[in-house]
């Protein structure tokens, strides 16, 4: 079973920055597609940043510039540099894996990290 620990939330005020790194169990974040998704109370998960084994990457609209994906293959692990964050940013962090072994997608979750940005 991979495991997927997040760490780097935090609390942090209004424009200044965070990074938040998962660090996968087993060497799966250079074949994944590996995602950052957050849930803030009362609303539904979304998408915040992905990329994928060929280094394509993708965003939620909201991100607008102020985030970074990125990963370190050698260490199993994938980053997000949050920039310009705003109190709209508060939300719990979750690490995602999707990944095709034998013609099957597996998806793992990490337990979440919280961040949370007082304006």
């Known amino acids: 079973q991979v495991r997927l620990v997040e760490s780097g939330g935090g609390w942090v005020q209004s424009g200044g920055s965070l990074r938040l790194s998962c660090e996968a169990s087993?060497?799966?974040?250079?074949?994944?597609?590996m995602g950052w998704y957050r849930q803030a109370p009362g609303k539904e998960r979304e998408m915040v940043a992905s990329?994928?084994?060929?280094?394509?990457?993708d965003f939620g609209d909201f991100v607008q510039g102020r985030f970074t994906i990125s990963r370190d293959n050698a260490k199993n692990t994938v980053y997000l540099q949050m920039n310009s964050l705003k109190a709209e940013d508060t939300a719990v962090y979750y690490c995602?894996?999707?990944?095709?072994?034998?013609?099957?997608?597996?998806?793992?979750w990490g337990q979440g990290t919280q961040v949370t940005v007082s304006s």
């Open positions: 995602n894996a999707a990944d095709i072994v034998g013609g099957s997608w597996y998806e793992y």
């Open positions: 087993e060497s799966i974040v250079n074949r994944s597609i």
């Open positions: 990329i994928t084994s060929g280094g394509s990457t």
